[in-house]
């Protein structure tokens, strides 16, 4: 069986090859799952609205075709309608972001912050990050907190609370792809899928082998003294 982490970033890729491809017309997805990833709230509170929904990481299963005969991928994405149920299995398409789940248009930062959380909670995803279910529910929280401005998200532990203000204020320096899904039928949830840039893959991996590196350094020093 091949697990989900491992399909990732093909099918991520996978999106935005075929989204390229058909850019005058768009692209059908069938999605016939949504899982999350792990529990994790927050408190939405605005203009008539109090919510208290799951704010984690959702593992979609789609294919490009009709039906559940077609070969599936594996993604991880986030959601951008507060007010809309999931609705699968449901024939959704691949588009870009433009308005809110209110139908408000969105501003080019709004989008790009979004984009850029999307590919970092991917990234996070892709490598087991520690403590991932509360970071994936802080990305999705930031996501919501830069998509409705007029509305207050609080997460529902400290750890999440302090990880949604960590990305709201980390966002305007992100830069990352992504695709959205939107439902056919405008009545099911739609969702945004990042892209991991392979530069920020290799600035990752070359960080992250530094730093086994000067640890082994050190503790190799140690253990001459």
Known sequence: MVSVRNLLCASA????SVAATHA???TEVYVSNVTEYGPGKVTVTGPGLFKNPDAT???ITYNFGVGPGDPDFTVLGFCINLFLGIGVPAQYHVDNLTTDGHGNALTSTQVSEIYGLAALGSNLFKIGAPDLANKLAGIQGAIWAIEYPAYTVAGGTSAINSYISSYVAMA???HGNAYVLLSDDGKSQGFVIGVPEPATWAMMILGFGAVGM???SRRRAVLAA
């Open 214 to 216: 000067m640890l082994r």
């Open 57 to 59: 990481g959702l593992e």
């Open 24 to 26: 005058s017309a768009a």
């Open 13 to 16: 890729f996978a999106l935005v």
């Open 172 to 174: 305007p320096s992100l």
